[in-house]
């Protein structure tokens, strides 16, 4: 009885054994999936995604960086700052200082030891010191300033020719384009970070007075005034500032325009002080509310709202109405592409405008002219005239616009401010700016004690006027 029990077991464990490996080896997979294929596919083909990592993986970036890292340069600020006050200094009338020290970054644009970095990083200096890839370190000297772009000229005496970076064309930067941010994030020394040109004529005020090139290469405190270099090693930005919520990078950082910090250091440099040409155009960009009230398609380039009177612009022919859409060939799709390519002449210099009126493209030849033919300063007010179309708008025919004012008296005590109108001084009509100027010719620097009785118009375009003793 037991030999047939063992022969069963074993003929069903044979079948068992036959039966797994027939299932395992030699049956064919009969199972059945079903799938929906959609009409787009929501992902890159493969063949795609391997071009973008092969051109990643094509690209050399140490070269650029060699170069780069020994003219990017790290810059101290000691600067001086009152203290907290203890009681025996409130007593003994001491005002306690202390020295706080900021960091940045600089790079060297030639031999001789000049160096450019953003005016944020070196102001209120009472020290700056240079410190090198090599590890010396040298007193620095300010140039000049721009406060507007946000740079600094810097100059230290090395006994030896200093390697330095030349200047790329940032003009013709393109979307996309791979970049290098070198300089000293958390005061850590020659750091060296990738990305791509995320954008151009990037504006952070909101009124379009900045046109910063947009990198996603990681930027950080410490970082500003260093170095964004294309992948030959030439300049094309300085790094000035970052978009975040927490004070560190989270994935946009900006750069000034090489073509701008250029053009700002070789004025400081011949002239002591930026020479700023102004087109003479007051608008904006042209978008498609625009396009719709003037009844056309279009909606690139920049829209004249206005144009200032003795300006280039208006020497030139540009009309209200017209749409600015190149200046030397460089396209014009925004107001910040303007004011980008603007900053980069000086008065003097001649810019062709390529612009559309009425559905003709014409071209013209404007000659830029000085800041100072549009405004004067007078009681620390910045002055300006008032265009043909604003005294129609207001019914306004003559006086002279308040465009920025630092007189905190007239402001308390009056009121005055942007958008103000002066329109007399001591019972003489205001036309235009050249009557302050008469003036203050006329009494020099005891021009405030000759003022008498001020008439001006708010900004509600209520006439008003005042008397002083």
């Not at 040298?138 to 507007?148: H, I, S």
């Not at 005034?225 to 990078?249: C, D, F, H, K, R």
């Not at 007399?424 to 009557?435: A, P, T, V």
Request: charged share 20%; no cysteine.
């Amino acid at each position: 009885m037991k030999k047939i029990l063992t022969l069963v077991m074993v003929s069903v464990l044979g079948g068992v054994v036959t039966l797994g490996a027939y299932k395992l080896f030699l049956e064919k997979d009969n199972t059945v999936m079903v799938t929906t294929t959609p009409e787009k596919p929501a992902f890159l083909p493969t063949t795609n995604l391997n071009m973008a990592l092969n051109a990643a993986e094509n690209t050399n970036f140490t070269t650029a960086a060699d170069n780069a890292v020994h003219a990017v340069v790290h810059v101290k600020n000691v600067t001086i700052s009152s203290g907290h006050m203890t009681l025996q200094d409130f007593f003994s009338g001491r005002s306690p200082q202390r020295a706080q020290m900021g960091t940045g970054s600089g790079v060297i644009v030639n031999a001789d030891g000049y160096i450019v970095t953003n005016n944020h990083v070196i102001q209120n200096a009472s020290e700056l010191s240079v410190t090198l890839n090599n590890n010396k370190t040298y007193t620095a000297q300010v140039v000049g300033t721009d406060p507007k772009t946000d740079i600094a000229l810097l100059k230290i005496d090395a006994d030896e020719d200093l390697p330095y970076i030349t200047f790329g064309d940032s003009d013709n930067v393109k979307i996309g384009e791979w970049v290098l941010a070198v300089g000293n994030p958390f005061n850590l020394t020659s750091t060296v970070t990738a990305g791509i040109i995320s954008a151009k004529s990037r504006d952070l005020t909101g009124q379009s007075s900045q046109s910063f090139l947009q990198t996603d290469a990681a930027v950080n405190p410490g970082n500003s005034g260093g170095a964004l270099v294309n992948t030959n090693g030439e300049l094309i930005g300085i790094n000035t500032a970052i978009s975040s919520q927490t004070g560190s990078y989270v994935g946009y950082s900006f750069a000034v325009p090489s073509n701008i910090a250029r053009k700002v250091i070789e004025d400081i440099m011949e002239f002591g002080n930026v020479q700023n040409g102004v087109l003479g155009i007051q608008g904006g960009t042209f978008n498609s509310a625009v396009a719709e009230e003037m009844g056309v398609n279009y909606t690139e380039g920049v829209y004249v709202a206005d144009v200032v009177k003795n300006s280039g612009a208006e020497k030139a022919g540009i009309k209200k109405g017209d749409v600015i859409k190149k200046l030397d060939n460089i396209e014009i799709s925004k107001f910040e592409d303007l004011s980008g390519y603007i900053k980069t002449k000086r008065p003097n210099d001649t810019v062709t405008v390529e612009l559309l009126r009425d559905n003709d493209i014409k071209s013209v030849s404007v000659t830029l002219t000085k800041t100072e033919i549009f405004t004067v300063n007078f009681m620390k007010m910045e002055l300006q005239d008032l265009s043909d179309s604003f005294k129609e708008k207001y019914d306004i025919s003559y006086g002279v616009m308040v465009k920025k004012t630092e007189n905190r008296w007239l402001y308390s005590n009056l009121g005055i401010s942007e958008g103000y109108i002066i329109t007399g001084i001591n019972d003489n009509k205001i036309e235009s700016i050249s009557d302050i100027s008469k003036f203050k010719e006329a009494y020099g620097d005891d021009v405030l004690d000759h003022i008498k009785k001020l008439e001006y118009i708010n900004t509600r375009k209520e006439k008003k006027e005042v008397l002083f003793k």
